[in-house]
């Protein structure tokens, strides 16, 4: 096989309460990656279309995530084959959106790699590379977006040291709405501005928040899931940085979402709803909020992408 096409998707961290710890993929928006193996040494982006990102190498999130991937790969090899990688990528997912475009470059460019060396590496490697590519973006390698990009569905990451992520159950009527705000919120901006300690009272209600969270995804649990939606360490803080925030979640909720919050560290907003037909009221509540507003605005209304990354070959 000499190269694949590549679908990463957007994804959404933190569900609220679980910052840093939970995320979901989504099935539109996606990334297009164009990868190729070669032999010629070395990583070469040929091509970038729909965003501007950084040409210096050591600043592009899939070029540093590919990096950390071959350099370990080169390593488990006794031949010391000479490879190379040519990579064209296609943003559909706008830098500083808060749907995990850094993450969908990241995580699609290791899963394609992987491919096209026959399969080294194992899930949590693959995730290990792409959240090198995540410190790069953020000035953190965290796992709640990258994982679910690779995974699929939601993922929860119990433990960084060692790298510890579980795929949890959903339920299948569990559908999302965001609204993407065209304007851009840099995750280390966003990360910046969290208090380093917080009261216990608050650390106990939020631990309370994701065990009913996960509890109500494993039962279906729709009232529980709603109850569970609530983030009472990070939203107060980040909400100021998104317009029309805290009308979106109430007017959203007023026609039936379950809730929602933060899309990672912004600007866009997510709800889950049960059902694409309440999924669809609620975008449609979104659009309703934010067109007054002289903002430009995107819309989304997806399922759960159960399968995260999926890829074709190139003859």
């Known amino acids: 096989m000499k190269g694949i096409k590549i679908f990463s998707p957007a994804t959404v961290a933190n569900l609220a309460c679980g910052f840093d710890i939970i995320g979901l993929a989504l099935d539109f928006p996606k990334d297009e990656i164009f990868l190729y193996k070669s032999h010629t040494p070395g990583i070469h982006i040929n091509r970038i279309c729909g965003s501007s990102l950084p040409n210096d190498p050591k600043k592009n999130v899939a070029f540093v995530a590919l990096q950390f991937l071959l350099k370990k790969y080169q390593q488990k090899k006794e031949d010391k084959e000479k490879i190379g990688f040519e990579i064209e990528l296609t943003k559909n997912i706008h830098p500083g959106s808060g749907i995990g475009s850094s993450a969908a470059s990241a995580a699609g460019i290791v899963y394609g790699a992987n491919i096209l060396l026959e399969n080294p590496f194992n899930t949590m490697q693959l995730v290990r590379f792409a959240m090198e590519g995540e410190r790069i973006a953020s000035g953190t390698a965290h796992a709640d977006n990258v994982a679910p990009a690779i995974m699929g569905g939601v993922t929860l990451v119990r433990s960084y040291q060692p790298l510890d992520i579980t795929k949890l159950h959903n339920p299948k009527e569990l559908w999302v709405s965001v609204i993407h705000p065209q304007i851009e919120v840099k995750t280390s901006d966003a990360r910046e501005i969290l208090k380093q300690k917080i009261l216990m009272t608050d650390a106990i209600k939020q631990w309370g ?61 997510f709800m889950l709803s049960k059902g694409p037909q309440m999924a669809e009221k609620v975008t449609e509540v979104m659009n309703k909020v934010y067109s007054p507003l002289k903002i430009d605005y995107k819309t989304y209304t997806s399922p759960i992408n159960q399968q995260g990354i999926k890829w074709a070959k190139i003859l």
């Open 209 to 269: 928040n994701v065990g009913a969270l996960v509890a109500g995804l494993y039962r279906e649990d729709y009232e529980l899931i709603s109850r569970a939606l609530e983030d009472v360490i990070v939203e107060p803080i980040r909400a100021m940085l998104i317009p029309a925030f805290y009308e979106l979640k109430i007017k959203c909720k007023e026609i039936g979402a379950l809730g929602g919050g933060i899309s990672g560290s912004g600007p866009s907003v």
